[in-house]
């Protein structure tokens, strides 16, 4: 599989934070990036103990990166969490906050584009 950058939110537990950013595969790489900058990136044997939770209908995954545990959901979580731009940059893109706005249909409207992204993580996951 080619390049994939792919917004996602990072759950920090069932009533924790929400942080948007992007994950990004690219030269056998996976790279997690928030507005604050890179988090990580490793090379894909490196992601360890992954999940995809059932409460979050496939559309997120737990993975263990540098001994911390990190909770992805590639659909938004909830209709009022941040939003981000995906600013081209190099070697990886930057990530810029673009709001925080109620909108209940935004989830919704993108279900299909957001299990399209999963089943490409899935695939670039289970290659482990």
Known sequence: MGDLISRTWQIAGLFGKVTAGVLVWKKGLVTYIIEEGVQFSVPLSEIKEIKWPFLR????FD???NEKKYKFSFSRPNSSVPEINIVPGNPF???VYAGQYYDPTTPINNLKQDKDTTKKWKEIL???
Do not use: F, R, S, T
Request: glycine letters at 16%.
């Open 63 to 65: 993975a263990v990166v």
């Open 57 to 60: 209908m496939g559309l997120g």
């Open 126 to 128: 289970n290659e482990k």
């Open 93 to 95: 893109p930057k990530v």
